[in-house]
């Protein structure tokens, strides 16, 4: 069957189309976003649901998604999606981080001239038939210091583009290395010496807890007098009451507002304030950046639902349709070698260590790291996945490791799990073979070649003769077949281990029978989905 996606705003033509174009059936319903209640009554229906900033995926909305895999957000911000939510939920959440980088960075640099030029109050003064030549005292912009507040994909554009137009920056990111700040030709600064230094300070950051009120009293007191603030970056960023006093005091000069506190802003304090240039959200209102974000947005959900491709999304790794073939087997490897140990394990998980050797070091390991947790808990959370499985292991409290190492045996590159309770540490090794099937190449230390099986059982014993009897006697007498078998030891009279093959799930008393022997220190049953 098709996956199905909802298109619940208003996207381009041309995306709808590409939806159609890659085998993915389409509803176009752009107004239906307005409406929660239908909404809701419907979602229930879709893989997949395309939104702009009209649509608000609550975590009501999500809890009756039953089928939804993927959100696409045709823009960058998501803070109309409750991701957390979609993330417990194993939804994967996307946006569109370049469609509109230029179109925005651009509105900012517009708002910045704007408001050193005072041209909004200009306009209006000469068409009105004024001619207030001396009134409008404008400043240049070339050599005057730029702070940038987030130097990310919009942030950096407006570097740029100030640079080109003589301007010195500098910029406050904590991601921003200092590689690339050397690269874009800005000066790396703390926000307080940005706030100290900056004649013009433009905002490019997400909001979240940490961003939220990042200019407000306290930091325009640290401000230089006569500095002009531009926010086309998300309202909440600036808290409005405590600009408009700095601009009534004078320390603000000037200020280029395109996002507000409460929108749609059909009146706000800002408003009608001298040279205060405001606009209804316009950075990315062009036509080009419009038919842009929703080409990719089309683009990345259908690869995803029929490739498995995963592009720009928030709460998983990105996994290109060119790496999805070969990376698939191996992340089937990492959940199969997650599941094992999982189903294997009763005591609570306290840390979790992750070995790539050989090739698999260059593989996508954030991806093949997800998908071993998602094996790894699904035994007490059935629903986990890869998106899930990273949140709830943080939630319980695992601590996570990875290890990256060179080629080191005659595979050309093998997956590690190691896993720590408070009782034990279990470990189990796996590669992929040339058929695309994973392996265990190693259990407790044990080295072998076993196939993954839909019903196995896994027994530890100590090396002592009858074993193989053993079980095949008791399996017989209760009329459970035996498929196929693999043995491993550590050394003679030490340590080993029996992987059974069965045709169906291992019944409970012969489990009781084979605990009871004298010589089976454990048993226990497994299952893995072994679909392609």
Known sequence: MAPRVLVSDKLSPTAVQIFKDRGVEVDYLPDLGKDKEKLLSVIDQYDGLAIRSATKVTEKLINNATNLKVV?????????????????????VMN???????????????????????????????????????RF??????????????????????????????????????????????????????????????????????????TRGVIDKDAIAKM???????????GGLVVEADLVEGLKSGKVAGAGIDVFETEPATENPLFNMPNVVCTPHLGASTSE?????????????????????????????????????RLKPFIKLAEVLGAFVGQVTDEAIEEVEIL???????????????AALAGLIRPQVADVNMVSAPIMAKERGIILSEVKRDKSGVFDGYIKLTVKTSEKTRTIAGTVFSDGKPRFIQIKGINLDAE??????????????????????????????????????????????????LDAPFPPEVLRELRATDVILSAKPLSFDVAA
Request: glycine fraction near 10%; hydrophobic fraction near 40%.
């Open 72 to 92: 696409g957000r045709a823009g960058i911000g998501v803070d109309n999606v409750d991701i957390p939510a979609a993330s417990r939920r194993g939804i994967i």
């Open 96 to 134: 569109t981080p370049f469609g509109n980088s230029i179109t925005t960075a651009e509105h900012a640099i517009a708002m910045l001239f704007a408001v050193a030029r005072q041209i909004p109050e200009a306009n209006t003064s000469t068409h009105g038939g004024k001619w207030e030549k001396n």
């Open 137 to 210: 005292m404008g400043v240049e912009i070339t050599g005057k210091t730029l702070g940038v507040i987030g130097c990310g994909n919009i942030g950096s554009v407006v570097a740029m583009r100030a640079i080109g137009l003589k301007m010195h920056v500098v910029a406050f990111d904590p991601f921003l290395s200092a590689e690339r700040a050397s690269e874009l030709g800005v000066e790396k600064v703390e926000l307080d010496e940005l706030f100290k230094r900056a004649d013009f300070i433009t905002l490019h950051t997400p909001l979240t807890d940490k």
């Open 224 to 234: 230089k007098k006569g500095v002009r603030i531009i926010n086309c970056a998300r």
């Open 289 to 325: 950046a419009q038919e842009n974000v929703a080409i990719q947005v089309a683009e990345q959900m259908a690869d995803y639902l029929t490739k498995g491709a995963v592009t720009n999304a928030i709460n998983m790794p990105s996994i290109s349709a060119e790496e999805a073939p």
């Open 356 to 370: 790539f050797d050989g090739s698999t070091t260059e593989m996508n390991r954030r991806a093949l790291i997800s």
């Open 452 to 501: 993954v099986g839909q019903h196995m059982l896994y027994t530890t014993n100590y090396d002592v003769p009858g074993i193989i009897g053993l079980l095949g006697s008791i399996c017989a007498k209760h009329q459970v077949n035996i498929a196929n078998f693999q043995l491993g030891r550590n050394r003679p009279g030490g340590d080993a281990i029996a992987l059974l093959y």
